[in-house]
């Protein structure tokens, strides 16, 4: 097998563990390190850009005419997967995961939704009721460490985080995350389907909310309406975005889940509306025959990220009919073979 086949392979298996989980495994301080490298900047491609779509004067940013499918629940984007019921993990006296960060611990948002989804699923393929209860408990951890700002309820990261690893960009707790409400967003609503309880309802109606919340309107934000009009959940919000593309992905993937749930026209409205915006911004992430750009502010290309983004498009073809993202994913993987 040549080299670039054996590169590409390795690192297919990597992200479909990723996918299948329903998060990103690695921490907030790994995430965009090991093989990443930064290009210089580019010119500006967003300023050449057509829009897609027209602005939706009831909601004030862009929304195209994207399809949206309802896909059997076992095929939705966080699927999560049968975990062991005490995971290999650092874990709190109650038996809640733990984030290790340079041998101090946090409670990480972000992971604890995604094992709740896979205690989940562990309850369904099982049928343990052990599974369920383990789902419960961090979904209630979750509840207890949420914020409330202007009826949306956030999830604080109580860490540090040097983005990309220059020591430029230090995201200080507390800080919040789009990807993070999006997952986490996914966990309420199947902890609902799950256990019909109305807390978890009420819970995912209100993460909802915080996606609603814009940066013009707020003072705790993680979803911005750009000078072009296009939605963005974003993934680490300060004042000057970096429009992260995995990590608007995943969010948009629970913002799906709830709106399976919910089937209403405002739900689908900001699904589509955020849809539009990756549709007409994806060129300025793409690099003919290289590796894609994990953000558009740093420029930072990763090998593991741009595999990422192959899958999340894809993902995104499957709950939305047609084949525009398949075409994308394709020459997103053109790109990876060339450059390898």
Same mark, same amino acid.
């Given at each position: 097998?040549?080299?670039?086949?054996?590169?590409?392979?390795?690192?297919?298996?990597?992200?479909?563990?990723?996918?299948?989980?329903?998060?990103?495994?690695?921490?907030?301080?790994?995430?965009?390190?090991?093989?990443?490298?930064?290009?210089?900047?580019?010119?500006?491609?967003?300023?050449?850009?057509?829009?897609?779509?027209?602005?939706?004067?009831?909601?004030?940013?862009?929304?195209?005419?994207?399809?949206?499918?309802?896909?059997?629940?076992?095929? #939705?984007?966080? %699927?999560?997967?049968?975990?062991? !019921?005490?995971?290999? /993990?650092?874990?709190? *006296?109650?038996?809640?995961?733990?984030?290790?960060?340079?041998?101090?611990?946090?409670?990480?948002?972000?992971?604890?939704?995604?094992?709740?989804?896979?205690?989940?699923?562990?309850?369904?393929?099982?049928?343990?009721?052990?599974?369920?209860?383990?789902?419960?408990?961090?979904?209630?951890?979750?509840?207890?460490?949420?914020?409330?700002?202007?009826?949306?309820?956030?999830?604080?990261?109580?860490?540090?985080?040097?983005?990309?690893?220059?020591?430029?960009?230090?995201?200080?707790?507390?800080?919040?995350?789009?990807?993070?409400?999006?997952?986490?967003?996914?966990?309420?609503?199947?902890?609902?389907?799950?256990?019909?309880?109305?807390?978890?309802?009420?819970?995912?109606?209100?993460?909802?909310?915080?996606?609603?919340?814009?940066?013009?309107?707020?003072?705790?934000? #993680?979803?911005? %309406?750009?000078?072009?009009?296009? !939605?963005?959940?974003? /993934?680490?919000?300060? *004042?000057?975005?970096?429009?992260?593309?995995?990590?608007?992905?995943?969010?948009?993937?629970?913002?799906?889940?709830?709106?399976?749930?919910?089937?209403?026209?405002?739900?689908?409205?900001?699904?589509?509306?955020?849809?539009?915006?990756?549709?007409?911004?994806?060129?300025?992430?793409?690099?003919?025959?290289?590796?894609?750009?994990?953000?558009?502010?740093?420029?930072?290309?990763?090998?593991?990220?741009?595999?990422?983004?192959?899958?999340?498009?894809?993902?995104?073809?499957?709950?939305?009919?047609?084949?525009?993202?398949?075409?994308?994913?394709?020459?997103?993987?053109?790109?990876?073979?060339?450059?390898?």
């Amino acid at each position: 097998m040549k080299k670039s086949n054996k590169r590409i392979l390795v690192l297919s298996s990597l992200v479909a563990l990723i996918i299948i989980f329903g998060s990103v495994f690695m921490t907030r301080s790994e995430e965009t390190t090991g093989t990443a490298t930064q290009k210089e900047e580019p010119a500006d491609l967003a300023a050449q850009l057509e829009h897609v779509a027209e602005i939706n004067a009831e909601y004030g940013f862009r929304i195209g005419s994207t399809d949206i499918v309802d896909v059997p629940l076992d095929k #939705v984007p966080y %699927v999560g997967a049968v975990v062991p !019921l005490e995971p290999d /993990e650092p874990t709190d *006296e109650n038996g809640i995961v733990m984030y290790n960060q340079e041998g101090e611990l946090h409670y990480h948002p972000l992971k604890i939704g995604k094992y709740a989804k896979s205690f989940l699923v562990s309850y369904e393929k099982k049928k343990e009721d052990a599974f369920l209860e383990k789902a419960i408990l961090h979904g209630d951890k979750l509840l207890e460490m949420a914020e409330e700002h202007n009826g949306g309820l956030y999830f604080p990261y109580t860490n540090n985080f040097d983005l990309h690893g220059f020591g430029e960009d230090i995201m200080e707790g507390p800080w919040y995350s789009a990807m993070t409400q999006g997952q986490n967003l996914s966990t309420f609503t199947r902890l609902y389907n799950y256990t019909g309880d109305e807390k978890y309802l009420d819970a995912a109606h209100k993460v909802f909310q915080s996606l609603k919340n814009l940066k013009s309107e707020n003072d705790v934000w #993680v979803s911005l %309406v750009d000078d072009e009009s296009y !939605l963005w959940l974003e /993934e680490f919000p300060r *004042e000057e975005p970096t429009y992260a593309l995995n990590g608007f992905l995943f969010a948009i993937f629970g913002v799906y889940d709830y709106y399976l749930l919910q089937q209403d026209e405002e739900t689908e409205s900001y699904l589509k509306g955020a849809i539009t915006t990756v549709k007409h911004y994806l060129p300025v992430y793409r690099v003919e025959g290289e590796i894609s750009y994990y953000c558009r502010d740093h420029h930072v290309q990763s090998d593991r990220y741009h595999m990422i983004h192959i899958a999340q498009l894809e993902y995104l073809n499957r709950i939305t009919g047609g084949s525009y993202f398949e075409e994308q994913a394709s020459k997103f993987r053109a790109d990876f073979e060339l450059s390898s």
